[in-house]
């Protein structure tokens, strides 16, 4: 089993920064691609960002300067670092990371949402 753990979510005013963070535990041979997901209230999730295993990274447009993703292999950890952060960013993020489970085969899996409010 997989486990994921998000945290850095919180309130912050227009124009702040966060970070988040998600690690993956458990036991899986490797993880491949890693990435975050927003939903805004009465809107559907849409991707914010995600990194490849090699570190090739995909942005959505509505972020692209303003937030960065990375990660760190070793501590089996996606980072998303916000800034100038704009109220219509609000919404519950959510990690998604793709790992090689001990079977060989590739399955995907969902933090559980951590909040990120700005307000104007």
């Known amino acids: 089993q997989v486990q994921l753990v998000e945290s850095g979510g919180g309130l912050v005013q227009s124009g702040g920064s966060l970070r988040l963070s998600c690690v993956a535990s458990?036991?899986?041979?490797?993880?491949?691609?890693m990435g975050w997901y927003r939903q805004a209230p009465g809107k559907q999730s849409d991707l914010v960002a995600n990194?490849?295993?090699?570190?090739?990274?995909n942005y959505a447009d509505s972020v692209k300067g303003r937030i960065t993703i990375d990660r760190d292999n070793a501590k089996n950890t996606v980072y998303l670092q916000m800034n100038s952060l704009k109220p219509e960013d609000t919404a519950v993020y959510y990690c998604?990371?793709?790992?090689?489970?001990?079977?060989?085969?590739?399955?995907?899996?969902w933090g559980q949402g951590t909040q990120v409010t700005v307000s104007s």
């Open positions: 998604n990371v793709n790992v090689r489970r001990l079977s060989g085969r590739y399955q995907n899996y």
């Open positions: 458990g036991s899986f041979l490797s993880i491949g691609t």
């Open positions: 990194i490849t295993n090699p570190g090739r990274t």
